[in-house]
């Protein structure tokens, strides 16, 4: 059963502001990502000083160690549904991404750098800001949202060069996003199977970019030796793959 109300207009926030939770900032965690990568990257967008990916400190860190309440993850969700949709399925025409069935450590680093700047979202950040929602709120948005079901109804491409993306996939992708594009909770790699092509596309080019901020340092290099053509066709071959594989 779903409480949330499906709308057909952006959301205003109407949510009480949450008080900030000043815990002690950790440094370093055992959390089994946390030595994966710390190539420098091309900006520092951390008010402290250097980026470094994924960093484990701060919110995200309290948000990953909370214990996720689903029930109530589905209450705050309402503030969200205006632009992810019902059951967090996103819009086929990529304008907003599916969130259902995403790994929950990639929603909360996602929401969590959003909130701090690491990935700019104008329009987000109204209804993710830290006055709106805590980091528990984060720890429960996150364990509703990766339960929910990913069905087969995502966006897909023109269909015209599924073998070349095929190809790309296996030899530039697969070895993080995982072969049936599931991705890797652990490692913070996102579910790509069930996601809407032309969202998949645009995150590819601005993380090629770097307009996408918080980017896995080697993910950009892979996709910086691609071609927009390259792109299209891997994000199209992915949007088919059977979804919902865990
Ligand atoms: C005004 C529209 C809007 C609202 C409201 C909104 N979002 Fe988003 N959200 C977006 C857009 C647009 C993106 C994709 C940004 C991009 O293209 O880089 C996004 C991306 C995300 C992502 C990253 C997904 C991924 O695959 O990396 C998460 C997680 C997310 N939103 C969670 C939420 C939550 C939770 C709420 C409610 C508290 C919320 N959003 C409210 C527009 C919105
Ligand atoms: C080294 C591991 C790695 C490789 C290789 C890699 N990615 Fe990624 N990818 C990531 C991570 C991590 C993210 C999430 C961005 C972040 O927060 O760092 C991501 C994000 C994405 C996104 C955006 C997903 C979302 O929900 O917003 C897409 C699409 C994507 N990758 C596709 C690809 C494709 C296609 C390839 C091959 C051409 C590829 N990636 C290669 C690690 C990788």
């Not at 990529?94 to 959003?114: C, E, F, N, W």
């Not at 950040?125 to 995502?154: E, G, R």
């Not at 090629?208 to 910086?224: D, L, T």
Request: glycine share 10%; net charge positive; proline share 7%.
């Amino acid at each position: 059963m779903t409480r949330g109300r499906p709308r057909n207009e952006e959301p205003t926030v109407t949510r009480r502001p949450s008080p900030c939770l000043l815990l002690p900032l950790l440094l370093a965690c055992a959390f089994g990502a946390a030595a994966q990568t710390a190539a420098p990257a091309a900006a520092a967008s951390d008010a402290d000083g250097a980026y470094v990916w994924n960093a484990m400190q701060g919110e995200k860190l309290q948000a990953l160690s909370a214990t996720g309440d689903a029930a109530r993850g589905e209450i705050t969700f309402e503030i969200c549904q205006g632009c992810h949709r019902a059951h967090a399925l996103g819009r086929p025409d990529g304008s907003y991404p599916r969130l259902a069935g995403q790994h929950g450590t990639v929603l909360i680093k996602q929401m969590t750098d959003v909130r701090a700047g690491r990935r700019r979202n104008d329009k987000m950040l109204p209804f993710i800001d830290k006055h709106v929602t805590s980091p528990q709120d984060i720890a429960d948005i996150a364990a509703y949202l990766t339960k929910l079901p990913s069905p087969a109804n995502n966006g897909h491409g023109p269909g015209t060069e599924l073998a070349r993306g095929e190809k790309i996939y296996a030899a530039d992708c697969a070895s993080c996003h995982g072969k049936a594009g599931e991705g890797d909770a652990a490692r913070f790699y996102p579910r790509l199977n069930g996601q809407h092509y032309k969202y998949m596309l645009r995150e590819m080019i601005d993380i090629r970019s770097g307009v996408r901020g918080n980017s896995n340092p080697q993910m950009v290099e892979v996709v910086k030796k691609l071609s927009d053509a390259d792109l299209d066709a891997a994000a199209d071959y992915v949007s088919r793959l059977p979804t919902g594989q865990r």
